[in-house]
């Protein structure tokens, strides 16, 4: 357990000397702040850019506060998960090629603790950037907008954070196993947009797949519609503890 907490704080010092807490937050409040601003001031822009005839009226539907914040989501599901993947595609790699990992390794802390370090790690830097990016975009759908359903808005935030964290775990494990960490991102991406596309085109039969936590957060707030969701976070609960697995196996096959 010391060794682990030792880990962790190694971890949260390469972090802040990385600005991987600063640089990600940011990514996540820029998206937040950008759907509720553009969803309110649109025609306005539209209007200022355009070369539209004189006394041309630009009227635009403003959209409901539950999909302000649905629209808001899948930004973060596109950039915001690029960023994560990029933010911890070399996490074991990088360490595995300089030989920091084998030194680390060589003293009595196990491997799983070494990746349960990078986890935890996952965990508070999504935490922190995706609360931040959310609060953002939900506290200017009040101002500019109007007030989402509470529960509706809660519940569909913890599910996307699931949706991110599994996608963050994904990259974690072929961190551990690929040299490359461009290669690492390119299969978490893929992971991700695959898992995506085969949820979507067999929505009934392929409901219980991890992308149904994105999903189905992004279609309660857009639509007001919750479909199955507990088949997507059994899955996704149990792929994380595979991939956790994973990731120290390749772990070990590296340094022996």
């Given at each position: 357990m010391n060794g682990f907490r030792i880990l962790l704080h190694k971890e949260w010092r390469e972090a802040v000397r990385t600005a991987k807490l600063i640089w990600?937050?940011?990514?996540?409040?820029?998206?937040g702040l950008l759907q509720p601003i553009s969803a309110k001031f649109m025609p306005e822009i539209i209007a200022s850019a355009g070369?539209?005839?004189?006394?041309a009226i630009i009227q635009l539907p403003i959209p409901k506060p539950g999909e302000v914040l649905g629209q808001a989501l899948g930004?973060?599901?596109?950039?915001?998960?690029?960023?994560?993947?990029?933010?911890?595609?070399?996490?074991?790699?990088?360490?595995r090629r300089s030989g920091t990992?084998?030194?680390?390794?060589?003293k009595p802390v196990s491997p799983f603790a070494y990746?349960?370090?990078k986890w935890v790690m996952l965990i508070i830097?999504?935490?922190?950037?995706?609360?931040?990016?959310?609060?953002?975009a939900w506290y200017y759908t009040n101002l500019l907008i109007g007030y989402p359903n509470v529960g509706d808005?809660?519940?569909?935030?913890?599910?996307?954070y699931c949706w991110l964290v599994f996608v963050g775990t994904i990259a974690i494990a072929a961190s551990a196993w690929l040299?490359?960490?461009?290669?690492?991102?390119f299969v978490a991406i893929g992971s991700a947009t695959l898992m995506q596309l085969i949820r979507g085109l067999f929505e009934r039969d392929l409901s219980w797949l991890p992308s149904g936590l994105g999903m189905e957060a992004v279609s309660r707030l857009t639509m007001g519609d919750f479909s199955s969701w507990i088949g997507s976070a059994l899955t996704a609960a149990a792929s994380i503890i595979l991939l956790m697995i994973v990731a120290v196996r390749g772990l070990r096959r590296s340094i022996e």
């Open positions: 990600l937050p940011a990514v996540f409040v820029l998206l070369n539209l005839p004189e006394g930004n973060f599901g596109l950039i915001g998960l690029l960023a994560i993947c990029l933010a911890f595609m070399g996490t074991i790699s990088s360490e990992a084998a030194w680390i390794l060589v990746v349960a370090s830097t999504v935490g922190l950037s995706f609360g931040l990016g959310y609060g953002g808005a809660l519940f569909s935030a913890l599910l996307y040299r490359s960490p461009a290669a690492a991102a």
